[in-house]
């Protein structure tokens, strides 16, 4: 597999990030990542490095992680940037000190939120209670959690939700251990704000893809654009109707950092995009770009059970925009993007 790192079209959209956001507040700073191989985490690395270079930062940039095998593969010769080993689910016993933490670690796949509830939970709880002691301890400049738009919920209204709006949760489905998590972790981070002075902010992601995903995600924007890659149609499980904030992983890397740098204290974020778009909007593209066809079916029982209830989980995104953070990729470009960068890898 060819490294991203040294693909034109991702290195130029990277740039075009760079370009459009000051980063210089990160110079002669340390960054801790954790999660920092996953979708959202490592485009945030891959920007830092870029950046690095480009502008001599003297930026450290340490990713926590599971995988030694995949960081090694992934950034193993990039000189800024160290692997830490790190489980979510596992104390911590970091041997140095950072500025900043930004929190992406934790089980977020929809297969396993139904088939490992306890571990879906227990690594994002245990995880950033782990990392809010290291925090407090450790004089942390700020931390920043990488939450979820599930924290919503489901609502009647067709209005995008805005950070202080909240829908039901059906608490008796095993589905919502992830919906459940991510919000006790958000109400941890904001309570050790209130009582520890530790400085945290929250952003709470929509429907994020691009070329940084795992082949093993199955979230549909993320098989899909594989599919599409290997020039595979597209088999959807539903008419798509249901309307989704489909964000870049650079644009949402882009905000992450943005809200670092601005956000204020024990503030939530939301990150999504202006253009709201539907599931079946969104498998359009992809089939589009990757020259393939779009197929509807009927979805199997344990299909319907991994589906996300939110019909209407689309994000009202002026807030973070209030601090200095604007789209850099439209949903079409992105997403032809994904596809191009893929088939290349």
């Excluded at 340390?30 to 191989?37: E, M, Y």
Aim: charged share 25%.
């Amino acid at each position: 597999m060819k490294d991203i790192l040294e693909n034109k079209i991702y290195i130029s959209d990277i740039k075009r990030v760079i370009e459009k956001n000051d980063l210089h507040c990160f110079d002669n700073s340390s960054i801790l990542v954790t999660g920092g191989l996953g979708l959202i985490c490592s485009s945030v690395v891959d920007i830092l490095i870029e950046y690095n270079i480009s502008s001599n930062a003297n930026l450290i940039i340490y990713i926590a992680d599971i995988n030694q095998t995949g960081f090694s593969e992934r950034y193993g010769s990039v000189s800024c940037v160290k692997y830490v080993e790190y489980d979510a689910t596992k104390p911590i016993d970091f041997n140095f000190k950072v500025d900043y933490i930004i929190h992406g670690a934790g089980v977020a796949s929809p297969e396993l939120y139904v088939a490992k509830p306890v571990e879906t939970m227990l690594s994002n709880f245990n995880g950033i209670l782990n990392l809010l002691e290291y925090a407090k301890d450790n004089n942390v400049k700020r931390m920043l959690y990488i939450s979820s738009s599930e924290v919503y919920g489901s609502k009647s209204t067709e209005e995008a939700f805005e950070e202080s709006q909240f829908g039901s949760i059906d608490i008796n489905s095993i589905r919502s251990s992830y919906s459940e998590a991510k919000r006790a972790s958000e109400v941890l981070c904001k309570s050790y704000s209130s009582e520890y002075d530790v400085d945290t902010v929250i952003v709470r992601p929509g429907h994020i893809y691009g070329p940084t995903a795992s082949p093993k995600d199955k979230r549909i924007s993320s098989d899909f654009s594989y599919r599409a890659a290997q020039g595979r149609d597209l088999e959807m499980k539903s008419l798509g109707l249901q309307k989704r904030s489909y964000c870049y992983s650079l644009d949402c890397a882009a905000a992450i950092l943005v809200a670092l740098i601005n956000g204020e204290k024990g503030e939530s974020y939301n990150i999504g995009h202006d253009e709201v778009t539907s599931i079946r909007k969104m498998a359009q593209i992809l089939a589009e770009a990757g020259k393939v066809n779009l197929k509807i079916k009927e979805p199997t029982e344990a299909d319907l059970k991994q589906f996300n209830p939110m019909n209407n989980s689309s994000l009202n995104n002026e807030k973070i925009k209030s601090i200095g953070y604007t789209d850099t990729f439209s949903i079409q470009e992105g997403l032809t993007h994904t596809v191009e960068i893929l088939k290349e890898l």
